[in-house]
């Protein structure tokens, strides 16, 4: 993704709505199969890092800090695209996620699934967590 000026940056971010804790959540897609991958939140530091790294940025609400996604798992997300709704209250960020998106080690985070009436998971685990985090 080619870089944004600091000025388009700041202008984006300045027309975006957060909430009370100064955070928008965030949907993070696959680019090119469309798969949506997970949900996250991001402040105004994570959206700006995002834009200037070109890789995705989250603000981890239980660490309270920044979250390069892949700093610890190497499973990162190359930023193609960040689109923003209507009302500017949620972000959609077009990534190509390189292995699993999901901290179960999971392709993916929506893989518990309503199904024929009960609750069915629908997605196998593609690498043991104890891999990625080494614990």
Known sequence: MAGASAEIIE??????????AGLIP???QQ?????????AWM?????????????AVYWSRSRAAL???GETSGQTQE????RWDC???TILLLVDQTGVACH???????FNALRDGEVQVIAEIDIAPDKLYGN
Request: net charge negative.
């Open 43 to 55: 402040n105004r530091d994570a959206i700006s890092a995002s834009l200037t790294e070109g890789r």
């Open 87 to 89: 009302d500017a209250d």
């Open 31 to 39: 680019f090119d199969s469309g798969e949506v991958l997970m949900l």
């Open 11 to 20: 202008r984006i971010i300045d027309g975006l709505t957060f909430d009370q």
């Open 26 to 28: 965030t949907i993070a």
């Open 67 to 69: 979250w390069r996604k």
């Open 104 to 110: 179960t080690g999971r392709r993916n985070c929506f």
């Open 79 to 82: 930023l193609k695209e960040m």
